[in-house]
């Protein structure tokens, strides 16, 4: 009876170690997984402004990220033209535009003969907003669709930012919600296509609406001018500051391009992140933030880099504040977060005449009237280009199916008189975009060209020079300018060691490279293996 009793103990012992190895199992494998991801994509971030201030930011931004993130200081794009939308797009998708369908942030209609925004979408309505909007142009599955699916839709996933389209883009397909600040009215928009308008959003639209708070708003200098060592003295004379009083028609529209949309966006994200309990449900969770380095283009100092330089140590502090609310809502290093750039840099700044630079103007719309002469005198009347966007020359394609002229021949005639006006260095028709590209130029322009959307004779118009496009009484004056800047990726993660990396990395291996972290597939089109981090 005694050897029994032992026996029975002995089995009730081994059950119980057996109970608790196999929880204790359980319990790694659902902690294996993070439960909230948060990305931070910043439109212009570039990694020579984050060194040329790191000894005046804080210990808590971008420091901390340097300090105990795997850090890339620069991620290549690989396709030209790359703007907030596009760049966004390719990095939540780990696909060029040509595969995913978002090329730049707006797209040419030829039947209306206007551009439009390439997430436009009649559709669906807007929230808090008339426009309307959708993510039926990405033609791929985002990281934030792959965190939706891999739970059958448990996880959440909301994105904020101050722009529509780069909201969408961060929110791909299969999100919760997604929300951006409204031009018209300053109000916290979303649209239908999304099921979700958060309740945090809504209750700051009623109780603390932008539009209210916008007459006592004021940007100027965070630190006292002297301090800015990394801005021309001469430039620092004269401290800027910026107000967004009632009598400004566009003072909605100024306030997103200055350093202090950064504070309201992260404001409302850190609300969302701590209201929706995201991360703390048991499931993979995923917020994603939107946010801008880019200079002013309005700004009254020229060049504007006394500006630019408040607007990273500004936006050092929003980074700080994302981190400790992340901390504080899933503990510290429980989340992956990465932080990366647009890979979109707009530095053009027309240099005075008595520099000697050369230049000169180019003028789309006389462009597009010569060439319409030109082609008339080949094939007869007609109206044969149909309008010029984002360096592409759109043709007539109905007309020339009509007069039963060869669409390639056309391209290639209006390709070569096109080559013969100043200012224009190059030029490809669609044909040798998509058929034949040959060289680091034209595989470029390959990979950033969505054959449906495309225009039929692509030009590149020579550094230097001023792109004057009029539109009624609008006259809009883009300068071109190369910028050899460096565009950074950070990725925070418990399971991932400080590093760094100054060597050259695509782009395009955010998004699979963080699906490994978190374990779950990468979107459909990523093709590349992801980097391998210890």
Known sequence: MRNDRRQ??????????ASMVALSALSQVKGSQPQLVVGIVIDQLRSDYIELLQSQMSADGFNRLLREGAVFDNAAFNCPQVDATSGTALLMTGAYPRINGVAWGQTFDPDKLVARDIFADSHYIGNFTTDKYSA???QASTLADEVRIDNNGLGSVYAIAPDAQMAIALAGHAANGACWINDATGNWASTTYYPEVPQCVQSRNYGRPLAARLDTMQWQPLLPAGQYTSV?????YYAFRYT?????ADRIKRFKQSALANEEVASVAIDCLNSL??????????????????????AKGGDGRFELADTYLRLDRQIARLLAAIDAAVGRGRAVVFVASTGHFDTGHAVDPKFKIPT???????ATSLLNMYLMAVHGNGNWVQGYHHGSFYLNRRLIKERNANLAAVRAEASAFLRQMSGITAAYTLDEILNNPSGDDMKAINRATVPQLA????????????????QGKTHTVKHVRATAACAPIMILAPQVR?????????????APTVARLLRIRSPNAAALSPLALH
Do not use: C, Y
């Open 244 to 248: 967004f009083g009632g009598q400004q």
């Open 232 to 236: 021309p003295e001469t430039s620092r």
């Open 360 to 366: 000169g103007e180019f003028h789309p719309d006389r």
């Open 136 to 138: 039926a142009a990405l």
């Open 455 to 470: 225009g039929d004779v692509t030009v590149e118009i020579a550094p230097g020079w001023d792109v004057v496009e009029t």
């Open 498 to 510: 400080a590093q760094r990396t100054g060597s050259t990395i695509d782009a395009a291996l955010l």
């Open 277 to 298: 309990k995201l991360g703390r449900r048991g499931q993979l969770d995923m917020i994603n933030v939107g946010l801008s380095a880019a200079p002013v283009q309005w």
């Open 8 to 17: 029975r103990m002995n089995r009730l012992a081994t059950s119980i170690v």
